[in-house]
């Protein structure tokens, strides 16, 4: 079993600050790319921003330069720090991570259940 567990969403006004975080528990052996996506309502489920194992990382064009990903390792954490949020940043937020349960375990996809961020004044 894997879980992943998403927390720090809510409401802020705009031009505010969030930060989530997304643990992974369970039987984990690895963790390759961890990432951040969202899907607001009527709209496709769309990536946030994503960071590899190694630290790499990718973001969409919509919040490049308002958005950090970060990961750490020991606590089987990612971290999404969003600032400057604006009205069209309102969506739920997932989190998804590749994980390898066993040293032959390629990896699959794992999501967390989503959390809210209204960003409204």
């Known amino acids: 079993q894997v879980q992943l567990v998403e927390s720090g969403g809510g409401l802020v006004q705009p031009g505010g600050s969030l930060r989530l975080s997304c643990a992974a528990s369970?039987?984990?052996?690895?963790?390759?790319?961890m990432g951040w996506y969202r899907q607001a309502p009527g709209n496709e489920r769309e990536l946030v921003a994503v960071?590899?194992?190694?630290?790499?990382?990718n973001y969409a064009d919509s919040v490049k330069g308002r958005c950090t990903i970060s990961r750490d390792n020991a606590k089987n954490t990612v971290y999404l720090q969003m600032n400057t949020l604006k009205p069209d940043d309102t969506a739920v937020y997932v989190c998804?991570?590749?994980?390898?349960?066993?040293?032959?375990?390629?990896?699959?996809?794992?999501w967390g259940q989503g959390t809210q961020v209204t960003v409204s004044s």
């Open positions: 369970g039987s984990i052996f690895s963790i390759n790319t």
């Open positions: 960071i590899t194992s190694g630290g790499s990382t």
């Open positions: 998804k991570a590749v994980i390898s349960r066993a040293i032959w375990d390629y990896g699959h996809e794992y």
